[in-house]
């Protein structure tokens, strides 16, 4: 008996259906705003993400030295990938480039509330843009399937900063602060107690009253304040670009999902503009839904031209959570449309029917086990078989089938050749 790998999951039927519904909603909506999927693999060299992240990101990835002696790493995240990606064919695709991507990525670290090293995503990434309405958009994309999914702005907190202001406010202070650090500790700021948080942002450069002015102004969450506080053309740009992003937002119909956070920082380094993070407003799920956000330089630090991206990257274990708490999440039934039940030598007639029915787009299974008449019935029950249809060589000794209507349990005999005929959806009640 072999035992699962801490931080892996297995997804059974009953499981994996309410997760393959949400993951058609995010997908669906993808798809009618024009994006187009694309596949990435699973192993990239591990070099990308050190030059990337620097070389401590190599405890956090799964890798390890190939049999051609490379040293490769299963990909952690996508968006180095599609940078890669961009860079290999950028004379070759149109701009803006849209895409995006279902598929899972592996992260070595500790396993909790929504965060396991095997984890699902789908990836969403607009290139060569940097008009506010791709920043719009990609969120857009995002609220519409929570909308599909049945979640009300009331469910989530969305929220929304730029980076220019937040790292603008912190370069204000002086040459001293360092302003990469800074934003890391601001990031942090809802986990740490505030004598903690004081702490940390006078370790990257601040006094310990300049540490609570910083509090001050991202709390009172004032963009007016805040540029008028730095006085730096920085956080004026930020500032002015983050309210572009908002109105387009307002445009697309999804301005009532998003709130203003000054403080909302989001870690990763590479990101330049407008970010976003989404939380469950009830705080129950701990962990951020998904985050995204601007990162104009990307391509260019991977060989490419200059080139701006913005992207997000909802996940699906936390996704859950939220919909399991909001009362929403898809039930992903198992249900079978038909069952086909084969009594004697009726395998050509049986065939004949069960293609027929699945020709019409149906669920339709039928017996693979040489069971008896009992065990037959038993399992479409257990199915959830909401048609039963009988071919016995009895029946067909009269040209007919019969049809059995589970719920009800009632049956009529039909002429064979009438099955399913050119009926779309045919039942008992047909045929009563």
Not at 336 to 363: E, K, N
Request: a negative charge; aromatic letters at 10%.
């Amino acid at each position: 008996m072999y035992d699962r790998l801490k931080g892996f999951r297995d997804f059974y039927p009953e499981e994996m259906g309410p997760r393959r519904e949400a993951m058609d909603a995010v997908e669906t909506v993808c798809r009618r705003y024009g994006f187009r999927e694309v596949g990435t693999p699973a192993l990239e060299r591990a070099q990308m993400y050190v030059d990337k992240s620097g070389e401590g990101i190599v405890e956090e990835l799964y890798s390890f030295e190939d049999q051609g002696g490379r040293h490769v790493a299963m990909t952690p995240e996508l968006t180095p990938t599609v940078a890669r990606m961009v860079v290999a064919k950028q004379q070759e695709l149109t701009k803006p480039i849209k895409w995006f991507s279902t598929r899972p990525f592996w992260r070595y670290e500790e396993p909790q509330q929504g965060r396991f090293r095997e984890f699902y995503q789908t990836n969403v990434d607009i290139f060569g843009s940097s008009a506010p309405e791709a920043d719009a958009e990609v969120m857009a994309v995002v609220a519409d399937a929570f909308d599909r999914l049945g979640l009300t702005p009331d469910d989530f907190e969305f929220r929304v900063n730029h980076r220019g202001i937040l790292g603008g406010l912190l370069a204000s202070f002086g040459d001293d602060v360092d302003v990469e650090d800074g934003i890391r500790v601001v990031d942090k700021s809802e986990k740490v107690e505030r004598a903690e948080y004081y702490d940390l942002l006078s370790g990257v450069g601040l006094t310990r009253d300049e540490a609570r002015q910083v509090d001050d102004l991202l709390s009172a969450g004032d963009l007016d304040e805040i540029a008028e506080f730095a006085g730096t053309d920085q956080v004026a740009a930020g500032v002015e670009n983050l309210r572009a992003v908002m109105a387009a937002a307002e445009d697309f119909g999804v301005r009532e999902y998003l709130t203003l956070s000054p403080e909302t920082a989001r870690g990763l380094d590479y990101y330049t503009g407008a970010v976003f993070e989404c939380f469950d407003s009830t705080g129950e799920v701990s962990r951020s839904i998904f985050g995204g956000g601007r990162y104009d330089d990307l391509i260019e630090e991977f060989g490419g031209p200059s080139m701006p991206a913005v992207g997000v990257a909802p996940g699906y274990a936390t996704m859950t959570l939220l919909l399991q708490r909001a009362g929403v999440l898809p039930e992903g039934t198992l249900s079978t449309d038909y069952y086909v039940l084969r009594v004697g030598d009726t395998r050509a007639v049986a065939a004949r029917i069960a293609r027929q029915l699945r020709d019409r787009g149906h669920v339709v299974e039928s017996d693979v086990a040489g069971r008896s008449f009992g065990a037959q019935l038993d399992y479409a029950d257990s199915v959830g078989a909401e048609t039963v249809v009988i071919v016995g060589e009895r029946d067909l000794e009269n040209d007919e089938v019969t049809v059995k209507d589970m719920d009800s349990g009632d049956q009529t005999t039909v002429p064979v050749e009438e099955f399913p005929g050119d009926r779309d959806r045919p039942t008992y009640d047909d045929f009563a």
